[in-house]
Structure formats: structure tokens, C-alpha cells
């Protein structure tokens, strides 16, 4: 293939060639320039020390006629110093002097110079002893005659050396023409290579890259049937034709399969916007709409998130199938109620949101967020089996609760957050206080490890009492957050944050050893209850670990009193019962806490081997006067009962005044504990409270609701 790069390359290297001999035609003239210059400077100069002889020899003719005259010694001087600088002078023009002619009337000057200055010595002695002898005027005559001689070769010295100079002035002035007609001739050529170069650029490359560029642009703006010459040129031309061709074609071929490809795109930004499992709009979908719904601040909205109470047991016990499929009943429900909420959308598990405009202020969004709890309550027959779910639900304002999609998430999050811990709420409005508990979440988040490290996270100690006697029989470990800027922590601000990062078993076992070493001085008849979470009866070496522990404290394993919630039971129940049989064998009591808050049933009573129930606080508060029988009585009657016929002892938690401790005791209660008998105390005080028998404990009796025991 023939080279446009080549072509110019050739080109480039012919001037350059060009350039080189004029150049080095240049710098040869320069030279001789130079060198002639330097020959017409020596002339110049030559010259003017054979005129400055000749004067000086006329000066010397007239001090020898004044020595004549007047035979002194400064006139003798005068003329001892003229032959000692023509002498001088005589030997610079003999230096000077080049050209080989020069050099011979140079020769012949100095010979008679020196016929000269031999008499001319010779007359000054004479003269200046007796200046008008014979002899004196003898050689007079002689100097007269070397005179005559010197004049007639000075004037020839002269006349040569004038050529000299001419010649050399002439081959001077002729090198310089040369010179710059030789930098005109340069001058020419590159002019004309340049004029050459342009037209082959012009005519080779630039008009054919135009009308590719043309084609080009016609083919940017959708014209594929553009047509460009210059395809048959074997050089990089040709080549780019070619290409161009090429690409036309898969520009062709392109623009069908972009084609096929929007077709794709379109359907998986559908995918993409909705939620694949429901066919609702996912959280990306939900977050465009809120943004939309957000714009005006004067045409407010709300939002709802709706988190699923009850599901996670419906995947457990039932399977993620049957999960799913409570997921698109949900779906279906909100789906033909879609007029009355406004965007509802599923933005993952078990959760979903809503958009809805608010005409009426946060009343009408309250009651729109209980009639999607209803429709959620609703039972759902699957599988020949009837579900039930709940709905707790989180709701945030626009404007004032938040500008934009992200503040109102986050604020309906929170409210979602305080709803889950409150009991019975299932809808709850944002609060700006909020704010406040989730930075306490986060200070407790970040700081709760180190202060595991630092055993800032004690033990406390509330008393167990005996119903009937009031009698001290143990004490529930309880742990408090000694922080040292923030004081006294309660478990509920820092508990479940310990479990979520896994830091709740090494906690226990922290405060589980502290609890052993405080009761070495107690009676040996009191018990410890210490308290396990749902995540830590999967772990298979913690019955190992609290063996250890009482061993190396001292402490009896008859002494312990384990105590887990309902809620375990439902998490990993074949993992539960070998964990809590393993502690029965070691000989500890194990409690069922929170009794009639959960799910427990009578088989896993049984089952399990329970030794004791604990009946929860939100029933024993509901306990009624005496001469009451509501509702409150009769659930604590029949939890007691129902303790009773299984062989199981019951404790009554939050007992808080007489009346209830006197019920509680007719209905055969065996312990209780509350703020009646004591609030939970440090271990020197739960020491002193055992050891100094100073603490005065009510009783039941006949006499009366409650009487005082001390012990």
C-alpha cells in the first residue's frame, strides 16, 4: 500500500538535503568572507605602516638639513629617535607583509634602509665633531642618494600594497554578494518546496478527508446510505474509505440491535421498578413517587411504613413458600384498595410503604394507617391452614417532618422503631424526640464493646421473695451500664443492641462470674435467675461455660435459676430443649419468663421439663381490688392454676402494693417479686440486705391484705 506519511517523508528529506548544501554553501562563503576579510585588514594596515614610513623618512630628511644647520645635540636626538622607529616600523610592515611580491619590495626597502642607517650613523658622528669637514659633506651626499633610494622603493612598497588592498577589498565585497545571494536562493526553494507540499496535502489529503468527514456527519445524523470515493486509493485514504464502509455496515447492523436492546431495556427497567415476588412497586419506584409527592410543601402528604407482625414465625414453622404466599395475599389486598391509600409499594421482606395525600391533618392519616392494619389483620387461609398477621406502623409528615424521600424514610423508620417497642401501638406518628433516642442508639452502638471490655456493665440484684412467708429465697440478675459520663445505663437502652452485634453471650458470662463472686458471702440457700436471650440457647457450649464458671467460683449449680422467655421457643426449638436439659442435668432450675406473652403451649411445658413460670408484669398489674373479679384476676387465677396441675411453681413479676400481693397469695402465688419488696440494689447492698436481716419484707396474713416480716 502506498504511503502518505512516506510520500511527505520523501519530501521532508529532499529539503532537508536542499537545506544542507546551501547551508554548508553558506558557512564555506562566511569562511572566506572571513579569511578574505582578515588578508584586506592585514593590506590596510600593511599600507598604512609603509605611508607612515614614508613620512617618517621626509621627517627625517628635514632634521638631518636642521642638523646642518645647527650641529646640537637635540637635533641629533631627534635623529637617533627617527632611525630607531623606522626601524621598529620597518619590522611591523615585515611582519605584516603576505603575498610573496610584498614580501620582495618589503626585502628590497629593508636592504637600502639598512645601506642608510649604516651612513647616516656614520654622519651623525662625523657631523657632530666637525660639521663642515669634508667627510661630513661626503656622506651627506651619500645619504642624499640613499634618500632618492628609499623614496623610489617606498613609493613602489606603497603602490603594491594599494593593489593588495584593492584586490582583497573587491574578493570581499564579491563573497558577501555570493552570500546573500545564496540565503535568497535558500529562500526561493523553501518557498516553492512549501508551496509544493501544501498543494499535495490540499490535494491528496485534505479535500478527501472533507468529504469523509461529511460522510461521516451524515452517518452521525442517521443517514446509513451515504456513499463516500476514494474506497480504490491503496493509501491510508483508501484505507479510511474503506473503513468508513465498514462501519456503515455495522452502524446498520447496530441500529437493529439497539433497537432489540430498548425493547430489553424497557422491560427491565420494569423488573427494576418493581417488586418481582408481589408485582408492587419496589422501594427504587417508591422513592421516585415520594420525590414527586415532595415538590409543593403546600400540597402535604404522608408516609407509611408498614412492617409485618407474626411473619417471621409463618416462615419458620410454615416455610418461605407459605411466607411468600402471605406476601401476595397482602399485596392483592392493598392493591384493590389502591384508590383509597395512593402508592403503596413493597420495599423488602416484610416490609411495606405508602404514600398518601393528607387533606384532612394527621387524623385522617392515622385512621388511613388503621385501615390497613385491618385489612392486614384479616385471617389468610392457605394450605388448608388459617394465618394471622398484624401491622405495626410508622408514620411521617410532609413538610414537617422532612423535605425529601430520604429525611421522611428515616423519620417514618423511627416512628416504625418506636412503635415495635411499645406495647399494643400499631400506629405511631414521628416525633422530633426521636431523633434523639436513635443518636442514643448509635452512642450505645458505638461505645457498648468497649465498655463490655472495661466491666462497666455490672450486676444488680432484685429480691425473690417467698409468698407466704416472706422469706428472701434469691435474687434476679439484673445489669446496669455504670457509663462514666452518661451514669447509670437501664438494660432496655443497650440489651438488644448487645444481642444484634453478638456481644450478649460474652456479656453474660461477664456478669454471670461477677454475680457468683458477689453470693460466695450469701447463704447458701439463696438462688441467682439469671436471664438468656433467644439468640444464645443455639449456642452448644454455654452450658460448658456456665459449669465452669460455678466451679471456679464455688457457687453450687442447685443455686441457679435460668429463666427464658415464650419467644425462645419458637426460634430453634429442638436446639432449645437440648440446651435447657443440658442445664437441668447440671442441676439448675429452669424458668419460663414473661409467662402468657408469647407462644407457649402445654405440650412444650411438659416437654421441656420446665420447673417454674414466671407470670408477667402487664398481668399483675391488671390485678383488680378484692372485691373485684375482672379480667386481670381471672388470667393470673388461670395462669396459677394451670401451674399448679402441671407441678410447676409461679412467680408473680411487678408486684408494686398489698392488694395485689394479697390476691396473688389467696390464689396460692408461691413467689413475687417488685418494687413492694425492693428495686434492684448493688451487690453491697443485696449483702447487706441478706446479711444484716434489715430489710422489712410484707407477708400475706389472715388478718389482713399484707403484714411486714424482717428479716
Not at 396459677?640 to 390464689?667: C, F, N, R, V, Y
Amino acid at each position: 500500500m502506498k504511503s502518505i506519511g512516506t510520500a511527505l517523508l520523501r519530501v521532508q528529506i529532499l529539503g532537508l538535503i536542499l537545506y544542507g548544501l546551501v547551508t554548508c554553501g553558506v558557512l564555506s562563503a562566511l569562511y572566506m568572507s572571513r579569511v578574505a576579510g582578515n588578508q584586506h585588514d592585514r593590506q590596510l594596515r600593511s599600507l598604512v605602516t609603509a605611508e607612515e614610513i614614508a613620512d617618517r623618512l621626509s621627517e627625517q630628511r628635514v632634521v638631518e638639513d636642521e642638523l646642518v644647520l645647527a650641529s646640537n645635540a637635540k637635533n641629533a636626538a631627534i635623529v637617533g629617535y627617527n632611525i630607531s622607529a623606522l626601524d621598529a616600523k620597518i619590522a611591523t610592515l615585515k611582519d605584516l607583509a603576505e603575498w610573496p611580491s610584498a614580501r620582495a619590495d618589503v626585502a628590497a626597502f629593508e636592504r637600502s634602509w639598512g645601506r642608510y642607517a649604516l651612513n647616516a650613523r656614520q654622519w651623525m658622528a662625523i657631523v657632530q665633531r666637525a660639521p663642515r669637514s669634508q667627510q661630513a659633506i661626503v656622506y651627506r651626499d651619500r645619504l642624499k642618494v640613499a634618500h632618492r633610494s628609499l623614496n623610489a622603493y617606498s613609493d613602489a612598497l606603497i603602490g603594491t600594497l594599494a593593489g593588495y588592498s584593492a584586490v582583497m577589498d573587491a574578493k570581499a565585497r564579491f563573497i558577501g554578494d555570493m552570500i546573500v545571494l545564496t540565503l535568497f536562493t535558500l529562500a526561493l526553494l523553501g518557498a516553492a518546496l512549501r508551496l509544493l507540499l501544501l498543494r499535495y496535502v490540499r490535494e491528496r489529503v485534505v479535500r478527501p478527508l472533507t468529504g469523509i468527514t461529511r460522510s461521516l456527519s451524515d452517518l452521525a445524523a442517521g443517514d446509513l446510505d451515504v456513499v463516500v470515493s476514494g474506497g480504490e486509493r491503496e493509501d491510508e485514504v483508501g484505507a479510511l474509505v474503506r473503513a468508513l464502509e465498514i462501519f456503515r455496515r455495522r452502524a446498520r447492523e447496530l441500529e437493529v440491535a439497539h433497537r432489540e436492546t430498548r425493547e430489553a431495556q424497557a422491560h427491565a427497567d420494569s423488573l427494576a421498578r418493581n417488586d418481582i415476588l408481589t408485582g408492587l412497586p419496589n422501594r427504587r419506584q417508591f422513592v421516585d413517587s415520594l420525590m414527586r409527592a415532595t415538590q409543593d410543601p403546600a400540597s402535604p402528604c404522608a408516609v407509611l411504613l408498614i412492617d409485618l407482625k407474626r411473619f417471621k414465625p409463618i416462615n419458620e414453622m410454615h416455610g418461605y413458600e407459605i411466607g411468600d404466599m402471605v406476601l401476595c395475599e397482602l399485596a392483592d389486598r392493598f392493591v384493590r384498595h389502591r384508590n383509597d391509600f395512593g402508592v403503596i409499594a413493597r420495599l423488602g421482606g416484610d416490609e411495606f410503604a405508602v404514600v398518601v395525600p393528607m387533606h384532612d391533618g394527621a387524623d385522617s392519616v392515622i385512621q388511613t394507617g388503621q385501615r390497613i392494619r385491618d385489612i392486614v389483620l384479616k385471617p389468610i387461609d392457605l394450605a388448608g391452614s388459617r394465618l394471622e398477621v398484624g401491622a405495626t406502623i410508622g408514620i411521617a409528615l410532609y413538610p414537617q417532618d422532612g423535605s425529601n424521600p430520604s429525611a421522611l424514610l428515616r423519620a417514618a423508620g423511627l416512628a416504625l422503631y418506636r412503635a415495635k417497642r411499645e406495647t399494643g401501638a400499631s400506629c405511631q406518628l414521628f416525633d422530633p424526640s426521636m431523633h434523639d433516642l436513635a443518636e442514643q442508639r448509635a452512642f450505645i452502638d458505638a461505645d457498648l464493646r468497649r465498655a463490655i471490655a472495661d466491666g462497666e456493665i455490672r450486676p444488680y440484684y432484685q429480691p425473690l421473695v417467698g409468698i407466704e412467708h416472706g422469706e428472701v429465697v434469691g435474687f434476679e440478675i439484673l445489669a446496669r451500664w455504670h457509663h462514666p459520663t452518661r451514669g447509670i445505663i437501664m438494660p432496655d437502652k443497650f440489651i438488644a443492641a448487645a444481642d444484634e452485634r453478638g456481644l450478649l453471650t460474652d456479656m453474660t458470662y461477664q456478669i454471670f462470674r461477677r454475680a457468683c463472686e458477689d453470693a460466695r458471702p450469701w447463704p447458701s440457700n439463696l438462688s441467682l435467675s439469671l436471664n438468656l436471650a433467644p439468640s444464645q440457647l443455639s449456642d452448644p457450649l454455654l452450658a460448658v461455660r456456665l459449669k465452669a464458671i460455678l466451679e471456679q467460683t464455688g457457687i453450687a449449680p442447685e443455686r441457679i435459676e435460668i429463666e427464658v422467655t415464650e419467644n425462645a421457643l419458637i426460634t430453634d426449638l429442638d436446639a432449645t430443649k437440648t440446651l435447657l436439659l443440658a442445664l437441668r442435668d447440671l442441676g439448675m432450675t429452669i424458668s419460663l419468663d414473661d409467662f402468657g406473652t408469647g407462644y407457649a403451649s402445654l405440650y412444650q411445658l411438659r416437654d421441656l421439663k420446665f420447673d417454674k413460670i414466671k407470670i408477667d408484669r402487664s398481668f399483675v398489674e391488671r390485678i383488680e381490688r378484692l372485691e373485684q373479679e375482672g379480667e386481670g384476676n381471672i388470667l393470673v387465677r388461670a395462669m396459677i392454676s394451670l401451674g399448679k396441675s402441671l407441678g410447676l411453681s409461679t412467680t408473680a413479676e411487678g408486684i408494686q402494693d398489698p392488694e395485689q400481693l394479697a390476691h396473688l397469695a389467696d390464689w396460692g402465688c408461691d413467689f413475687g417479686q417488685g418494687y413492694l419488696f425492693g428495686k434492684a440494689m448493688t451487690a453491697v447492698q443485696a449483702t447487706q440486705f441478706v446479711v444484716s436481716n434489715a430489710a422489712t419484707l410484707p407477708r400475706h396474713s389472715a388478718s389482713g391484705p399484707a403484714s411486714a416480716v424482717v428479716r
